[in-house]
């Protein structure tokens, strides 16, 4: 190989390695995400971890004083060994580690500081072959547009196509090949080459095979953490959806929380639903936002006279699954092929700064507030929004997490809603697989007038409405702060209490 091409293929092994990279830091950092929640402080923590271990790297190879070239490419295969394999070995040892924590940031320590390694030895590689200027003008560019690469590719392509896990194998192959490339191309330069090509050949195909196995992998991994049959399971933009069944039951888990089973849904989205449209034989029009199971849009279409349902939810492999698959089209009723439904995929937060219309029931059925992104949708900012496209003689009811478990962050919800000058009727319903479960209704009037409920109904009825809203004392109104934007105090509320609970 001539020098300038030689020059070009170790400047396409810097574009290469930092694609690789940051693939390997999103992949840590979603990961954290999912399976411990709170996705600002996982990826921060994940991302301040990574940097700090890659300044160890680089502070390292100040030691690696002969066969450079021999050292770059063994590390290339030992990052495409960690890097392509970390997303499954974190999957499968979810459920078997005490401390999950411990062997995440000891992976992403280990990982960073190989990755922390590789510019410094390629910059000294290039040395001689570059002027300083060039050298460095290049590298960093190379290295910048990389990184550009990842961070598109990563959501776009990579979440939604491949997973995670299969997305850490598929870098980690390129990692280790580039190893290889280099070893062809300075075959004669570098010492024991033949026992580093035996290597990458390994390790490439230990990775070949993660890859063509990454999803029997996760699978695995999944039936071992919920302790129930997988029976679907996808990654998407925006959250891990898996579907378990075990005997008769059927159960939603979104980045490994449960969000319902199939034996007790009916007191949830009962629950949810008709204390507030019962009572409004005027509502024509009905916004649910969240709520991709169409289970609360199974119990809106119980009232004959609703003239539309539009629901809003970010996920469209959500709901695309839950109008398609027949198990759970039962489940629903077939809810969203009715022609009085549409759906919107869209980020609730935006799509009702923009919405212009007007509706008489509001239901925000969000998951529980355990990360600032979804705690957004509990805000001051929110509420307002949802208020301006809200009926003066309507009502809006919101889901509001365990009120004994965690009551601050029950009331703090109420105080939040008060605080936009909205009348609140707390409430609460024992449902088995979560416990007691608190919802409040929200209107800007009071509401009153007789209870309607539809017929065919399993938990609900008249002489039980009324016991709903009364609270013990475990489970009465204490002082919080509101939830505001700038503060999101729901989330921090949220933390503490489940995290004292779990750990009990």
Not at 369 to 391: D, E, H, M, V
Request: net charge neutral; hydrophobic share 50%; aromatic share 12%.
């Amino acid at each position: 190989m001539t020098e300038r091409g030689l020059r070009l293929l170790l400047l396409a092994s810097v574009f290469t390695i930092a694609t690789c990279g940051l693939i390997y830091e999103l992949i840590a950092g979603t990961i954290a995400s999912y399976l411990l929640g709170d996705s600002v402080l996982q990826f921060s923590t994940v991302i301040g971890v990574y940097l700090f271990a890659m300044g160890i790297g680089s502070w390292l190879s100040r030691y690696v004083e002969k066969n450079l070239l021999g050292v770059f490419i063994q590390v290339e295969f030992l990052i495409a060994l960690f890097g392509g394999s970390a997303a499954a070995v974190l999957f499968g040892l979810f459920a078997h580690v005490s401390s999950f924590r411990v062997l995440l940031y000891a992976i992403v320590l280990l990982i960073g500081t190989l990755v922390g390694l590789e510019i410094p030895l390629l910059l000294r590689i290039l040395k001689d072959r570059l002027q300083f200027k060039d050298l460095i003008s290049k590298v960093f560019t190379f290295d910048y547009i990389g990184a550009l690469l990842a961070s598109l590719l990563f959501p776009l392509v990579l979440v939604p196509h491949f997973g995670l896990a299969r997305s850490g194998f598929l870098f980690g192959i390129l990692n280790g090949g580039v190893g290889l490339v280099a070893l062809w191309a300075l075959w004669d330069q570098v010492p024991r080459a033949r026992l580093l090509r035996i290597n990458g050949v390994a390790v490439l195909a230990l990775l070949a095979c993660g890859f063509v196995f990454s999803e029997r992998i996760v699978s695995w991994s999944e039936a071992a953490a919920f302790g129930e049959d997988v029976i679907f399971s996808k990654s998407t933009p925006y959250q891990r959806i898996t579907l378990t069944r075990h005997a008769d039951d059927l159960r939603l888990y979104l980045n490994g929380n449960l969000q319902f089973s199939a034996r007790d849904e009916y007191r949830y989205h009962e629950a949810l639903v008709h204390p507030g449209l019962a009572r409004l034989p005027h509502a024509r029009r009905v916004l649910v936002l969240g709520g991709g199971d169409g289970l609360a849009v199974r119990e809106i279409l119980r009232y004959p006279h609703l003239e539309s349902v539009t629901l809003v939810d970010l996920d469209p492999a959500m709901t695309r699954l839950f109008s398609t698959q027949e198990v759970l089209t039962r489940l629903n009723h077939s809810a969203f092929a009715s022609s009085k439904v549409h759906v919107v995929n869209a980020d609730a937060f935006t799509w009702l700064k923009d919405n212009r219309e007007m509706f008489d029931f509001i239901v925000a059925d969000f998951p529980d507030p355990s990360n600032f992104s979804i705690g957004k949708l509990y805000t001051t900012a929110f509420y307002q929004r949802a208020r301006t496209a809200l009926a003066q003689e309507g009502a809006m009811v919101i889901q509001c997490t365990s009120p004994f478990v965690a009551p601050k962050s029950f009331w703090c919800i109420d105080e939040t809603l008060r605080a936009c000058g909205l009348v609140t009727e707390p409430y609460h319903a024992y449902v088995p697989s979560f416990g007691e479960w608190g919802f409040i209704l929200a209107s800007p009037r009071a509401l009153g007038g007789p209870w309607r409920l539809p017929p065919g109904l399993r938990f609900l009825e008249e002489k039980n409405v009324a016991s709903l809203r009364e609270f013990p004392p475990d489970m009465a109104r204490v002082p919080t702060e509101v939830n505001r934007l700038n503060n999101q105090a729901l989330v921090r509320y949220f933390e503490a209490e489940w995290a004292r609970y779990t750990h009990q």
